[in-house]
């Protein structure tokens, strides 16, 4: 079992950023793929990033390319979402996600809420 907390999110005014913290606790073996997903009001949750198990891959939603930089701290149990130049559709829940495979998340955290003011 993992158990998976977010923290970061916030109130921020349109082009402004904000920086998404997960924290993992149980079996936390740097085994899982992480990454992060948001569900806006009145919407399917959608994949936002995702990091590999060493952090050496990353993906993208194309929507957040080039803007959002997902990483990880394997020894601290850690995952980051910085989101940048952030845009009023970025309104949602974000949540932090583990996966042993990339079809499917097998853990997920329950989720900040990202507010962004035009």
């Known amino acids: 079992q993992v158990q998976l907390v977010e923290s970061g999110g916030g109130l921020v005014q349109a082009g402004g950023s904000l920086r998404l913290s997960c924290a993992a606790s149980?079996?936390?073996?740097?085994?899982?793929?992480m990454g992060w997903s948001r569900q806006a009001p009145g919407k399917e949750r959608e994949f936002v990033a995702r990091i590999s198990q060493s952090g050496g891959m990353t993906f993208y939603a194309a929507s957040v390319k080039g803007r959002f930089i997902i990483s990880r701290d394997n020894a601290k149990n850690t995952v980051n979402l910085q989101m940048n130049s952030l845009k009023p559709e970025n309104t949602a829940v974000y949540y932090c996600?583990?996966?042993?495979?990339?079809?499917?998340?097998?853990?997920w955290g329950q989720g900040t809420q990202v507010t962004v003011s035009s």
């Open positions: 149980g079996r936390t073996d740097s085994r899982y793929i």
């Open positions: 996600e583990a996966s042993a495979s990339y079809a499917a998340s097998d853990y």
